[in-house]
């Protein structure tokens, strides 16, 4: 009886742990990139756009794994913050782009946009755009982090 009951405990914390999840997300910014494993740091491994089907396969923390719909080699990690369980309908008709899309399906459209500039007139725009724009690879990225002992934001 003991072995029995030892026997379904394990069974049951072994069931538990596995955090396997299999269902169809999808790429909710302009561009996701994969990666090996479940770290911002670690190597990239693809790359999937906005509104690109996937199967989540097991989550950590705050890390997806994920396989492509479309091409079922194309698998690794994203980050659970770029995607969504709500569908994605991109329409070229709609003379959007992919990074309009993204922002629009978060809330924040170009009527939103236009009724915070109205709200908060006194704020320079193009300062906001050049900022958006700065890209820091990786490496130097690490160095810095390294340098000034900062945590490397892989907490779960």
Do not use: C, H
């Given at each position: 009886m003991k072995?029995?009951?030892i026997a379904l405990t394990l069974g049951a914390a072994v069931l538990y742990a596995a955090p396997s999840v299999k269902k169809t997300m999808y790429v909710?910014?302009?561009?996701?990139?994969?990666r090996v494993?479940?770290?911002f740091f670690a190597?990239?491994?693809g790359a999937l756009s906005y509104g690109e089907t996937v199967t989540a396969l097991q989550e950590d923390g705050k890390w997806t794994q994920v396989r492509s719909a479309s091409n079922a080699a194309l698998s690794g990690w994203l980050s659970s913050a770029d995607l969504t369980s709500k569908r994605i309908i991109a329409s070229s008709a709609?003379?959007?782009s992919a990074q309009e899309l993204a922002l629009a399906g978060k809330g924040f459209d170009q009527e939103v946009e236009n009724a915070y500039k109205k709200q908060k007139s006194d704020l320079n725009y193009?300062?906001?755009d050049a900022i958006e724009s700065v890209s820091v690879p990786n490496n130097q990225l690490l160095t810095f982090l390294n340098e000034g002992r900062l945590a490397k934001g892989?907490?779960?």
């Amino acid at each position: 009886m003991k072995r029995a009951l030892i026997a379904l405990t394990l069974g049951a914390a072994v069931l538990y742990a596995a955090p396997s999840v299999k269902k169809t997300m999808y790429v909710a910014v302009k561009k996701a990139e994969l990666r090996v494993s479940a770290s911002f740091f670690a190597r990239k491994k693809g790359a999937l756009s906005y509104g690109e089907t996937v199967t989540a396969l097991q989550e950590d923390g705050k890390w997806t794994q994920v396989r492509s719909a479309s091409n079922a080699a194309l698998s690794g990690w994203l980050s659970s913050a770029d995607l969504t369980s709500k569908r994605i309908i991109a329409s070229s008709a709609t003379g959007a782009s992919a990074q309009e899309l993204a922002l629009a399906g978060k809330g924040f459209d170009q009527e939103v946009e236009n009724a915070y500039k109205k709200q908060k007139s006194d704020l320079n725009y193009k300062d906001i755009d050049a900022i958006e724009s700065v890209s820091v690879p990786n490496n130097q990225l690490l160095t810095f982090l390294n340098e000034g002992r900062l945590a490397k934001g892989n907490k779960r």
